[in-house]
């Protein structure tokens, strides 16, 4: 009979990245499972287009207080029959469909009665990658092969690409000011560089990529015109990335991207650093004091040993 196992990741953008070897360590696991990925919009298509999973279901948020779509969401968690499941939000929501699963399912997390508990009191004080690791090996998974990151591909035949260029990624959440790295700053670093850049980020971004543009005139304005799956096919093919703590440095990072990330003292680097083949942490408080110059030399070491 086949093992139906279920994976929870909902979010955010940078944790879904780094579930990416979880993500490979559970298939490697279960080679002959059918597994499903629990998780919400924004990351089904990268869930899709992986090979980890035989299905995704993007529903995985429902409204607390829409009672219709809790009760169909109780339904569809309990009708497959799931054997296992993995909990790698591990969030007092997604620790509360245990028991929208009944208690048939091993479960791997921190719900109270889970079979394979994390229950390490100093979990949060680990790094993402090793405390999801230390989680699946209470539950049995010992190997963690590198993620092959092939498919992490998408037409680029709308973009106008240099033989050789960089991506700047400037912008971080709204809520979170203090990890951006003043996009004056970014501007400073690309007139001094060899190569054209390619600013990504959202449409918000725009006005950060102008200012980049305007210091630096051979640099590619890529806001608000790509997919998660087109920022990885992007990073595959750069000579560097640089950006602050957020989501797509985190996907320039493990697609192989030699990638510098900018840290201030708004997140800590030990607990949430990009992680990939080729990563350097460059981190300043406060971080719009930190010199263009302290961040190109950063730039030139990492890609010396790269």
Known sequence: MTQRILVIKLSALGDFIQAFGPFAAIRAHHPGAEITLLTTPPFAPLGRRSPWFDQVWEDGRPSWGDLPAVWRFARKLRYPGFDRVYDLQTSSRSSRYRWLTGRGPEWSGIAPGASHRHDNPARDRMHTVERQREQLRIAGITDFPVPDMAWLESDLSAFSLPSRFGLLIPGASPKHPGKRWPAERYAALAAQLDCPVAVLGGKAEQPL??????????????????????????????????????????????????????????????????????????????????????????????????
């Open 209 to 306: 990529a102008e200012t980049i543009r305007q210091a630096a005139p051979a640099t590619l304005d890529f806001t608000g015109r790509t997919d998660l799956l087109q920022i990885g096919a992007l990073a595959r093919r750069a000579a560097f990335a640089i950006g602050n703590d957020t989501g797509p440095t985190h996907l320039a990072a493990i697609a192989g991207c030699p990638t510098l990330a900018l840290f201030g003292d708004a997140s800590n680097p030990e607990l949430c650093a990009p992680r990939g083949p080729a990563v350097a942490v460059l981190r300043h408080a406060p971080l719009a004091d930190l010199p263009a110059e302290a961040v190109l030399r950063a730039l030139s070491s990492l890609t010396a040993t790269g």
